[in-house]
């Protein structure tokens, strides 16, 4: 039976921390801020206007964006897949089965990296209307989109916010050990390619 495979983005299909730490940086330098990286990574795969509200900087979360933002995408080009990433999509739609993306990145943003990737059957970023992860409305929506039930679902993360967003949604989670997470999980993926093993 065909089954829907859903991937977060960051962490599990790209490697884009080091990318985040130099856009990190500039708004550190920028903005004055005192708030380390790696209180910032423990947010990530929350939408960018619930991190900074969880760091305390909400009221200036747009204009600490813009310049995340800027600094983030004139890297782009430089953030590789992980290892096995595009043969291993590839294969899952070769077998009949449909894969999708449920990113807390902006559309915009995914738009500049989809020519690395295969083409999705959906592709759900946080929009008005849906509550970012770890609510499960992405994951139903992108459900709902592909026409495919809960039980046949399978969601690829690597944070908790991740396994959060799929528990919610009644959905299978699998763990990337790869990515910047470290959760405790019955079920997890040492390599993208256990997927189609």
């Known amino acids: 039976m065909s089954k829907l495979f859903v991937f977060d983005l960051d962490g599990v299909l790209i490697d884009s921390l080091p990318n985040m730490e ?3 940086t500039s708004v550190r330098v920028k903005h004055e801020i005192d708030v380390p990286f790696e209180d910032y990574k423990a947010q990530i795969g929350k939408p960018f206007p619930d991190i900074m509200r969880e760091l305390g900087l909400y009221d200036r979360h747009l ?4 310049t995340y933002k800027t600094h983030s995408r004139r890297c782009l080009d430089q953030i590789p897949l992980y290892d096995g990433v595009y043969d291993t999509l590839t294969e899952l739609k070769n077998q009949g089965h ?7 990145k902006n559309r915009e943003t995914v738009s500049l990296l989809e020519h690395k990737l295969p083409e999705f059957d959906y592709i759900s970023c946080p929009k008005q209307g849906l ?6 409305d992405q994951l139903l929506f992108v459900m709902a ?4 039930d809960p039980i046949d679902t399978v969601y690829i993360g ?3 916010y991740d396994q959060q967003a799929a528990l919610r949604a009644g959905v299978h989670f699998e763990y990337a050990e790869w990515g910047f997470g470290d959760l405790v999980c019955d079920h997890s993926l040492k390599s993208i390619t256990n997927l189609i093993d």
Not at 145 to 148: E, G, P
Request: a neutral charge; proline letters at 7%.
């Open 63 to 66: 204009e600490i964006y813009e």
């Open 131 to 136: 509550r970012g992860k770890p609510a499960p």
């Open 22 to 24: 130099h856009a990190w």
């Open 158 to 160: 690597d944070m908790i």
């Open 98 to 104: 449909k894969i999708a993306l449920c990113t807390s």
């Open 145 to 148: 989109f592909c026409n495919v």
